[in-house]
């Protein structure tokens, strides 16, 4: 997710313990980016939300990370929904693939990994650099779903692209001769809804790929619409991504007077939520999403989930986009995430 809010007075900033290179980043942005903006009389719209966090990540994540081979793939439509909608994805290997002449397929686990962008921005594209990162780190092929968007397709089209993705993997992996020694679905931000949603949906639930999935990664996951957490007023301006531009994503997102608290994974029943598989939530400590993340994982726990919820310090939402900032903590969370990755294996 990213920010174009109004202005915010240099005192706030201070009242946060942030990094001394997010502070700076903050008072460019505060300061000179975002008056430069509403000068202009522009508004907030996909064009420029799209455009905000493509050149934030490309900005702000430089160092190239490769892997051994990038293949683009197309998961064709399992869910049993009229709207029909193949979804493109992208395979990022850790290491070479066994290939067709070989006797046996590629032996690896898999991450289903879903971009954030608030529902409205991201894609495969401007998330490369950080699916290079994961699937260096953990040694699992990275699989990328590049799920529509709203407003032009707004809920359900990119909770229908992740159920459909999930449910056509099987397909996929065939077709790329893999045999998954085990599946993760993971993601950030909005991603992290597409996540939390998906383990509750009756089509995954009833499915045979469901008892497949050994474990979630949620990073600073949206998993509240009603927008009710107290960070979100107490980091909701000033800190990159604010109240108002979370609203404006959700009123993007939802334009069919969706009943918002249901489709929040943050108000899950614990019967919902008992059987999902063990969860490694990451928050960072001064974001707008952290309450929901921090309530999330506690809700996970006393549904007898095997949860465990990590937050990072002086650090700001969509901090692995920005890993310039914020390098040793980008660094601690991919380890972190490899580390958990490797405990439920």
């Not at 609203?247 to 008992?274: G, H, I, V």
Request: negative net charge; charged residues 15%.
């Amino acid at each position: 997710m990213t920010n174009s809010s109004k202005q915010k007075p240099a005192e706030t900033q201070n009242q946060a313990d942030l990094l001394p290179e997010i502070t700076h980043y903050l008072n460019v942005l505060n300061y000179q980016i975002l008056p430069a903006f509403i000068q202009t009389g522009s508004i907030a719209n996909a064009i420029n939300a799209r455009e905000g966090l493509a050149n934030l990540t490309h900005n702000l994540l430089t160092e190239k990370v490769d892997v051994p081979l990038i293949v683009d793939d197309i998961i064709e439509c399992e869910a049993s929904t009229s709207d029909v909608y193949d979804v493109p994805v992208r395979l990022f290997y850790p290491s070479l693939p066994a290939y067709t002449d070989q006797p046996e397929p590629t032996s690896l686990p898999i991450m289903l990994y879903f971009h954030g962008g608030g529902g409205t921005a991201g894609s495969v594209a401007v998330y490369h650099q950080i699916l290079c990162r994961l699937a260096k780190h953990t040694g699992h092929i990275v699989i990328a779903p590049e799920y529509r968007l709203a407003p032009e397709n707004p809920y359900p089209c990119g909770q229908n692209d992740a159920c459909s993705a999930l449910l056509g993997l099987p397909k996929l992996l065939a077709r790329q001769q893999i045999s998954p020694t085990n599946i993760v679905v993971a993601g950030d931000s909005h991603g992290g809804a597409l996540v939390t949603n998906l383990l509750r949906d009756p089509r995954v639930k009833d499915s045979d790929v469901i008892d497949k999935i050994s474990a979630q990664v949620l990073i600073y996951p949206s998993v509240d619409f009603t927008m009710s957490g107290p960070s979100i007023e107490k980091y909701g301006d000033g800190y990159l991504l604010s109240r108002q531009r979370i609203s404006w994503y959700f009123d993007q997102y939802f334009q069919n007077n969706e009943n918002r608290k249901a489709k929040s994974a943050l108000f899950a029943t614990p019967n919902e939520l008992k059987d999902q598989p063990p969860a490694l939530i990451i928050n960072a400590a001064i974001d707008p999403l952290y309450d929901e993340g921090a309530t999330y994982a506690n809700k996970l726990t006393e549904a007898g989930v095997n949860t465990q919820h990590i937050t990072y310090e002086q650090v700001i939402h969509a901090y692995l986009n920005m890993e310039n900032l914020n390098p040793d903590i980008c660094q601690q969370t991919y380890e972190a995430i490899a580390e958990f990755l490797n405990n439920q294996a």
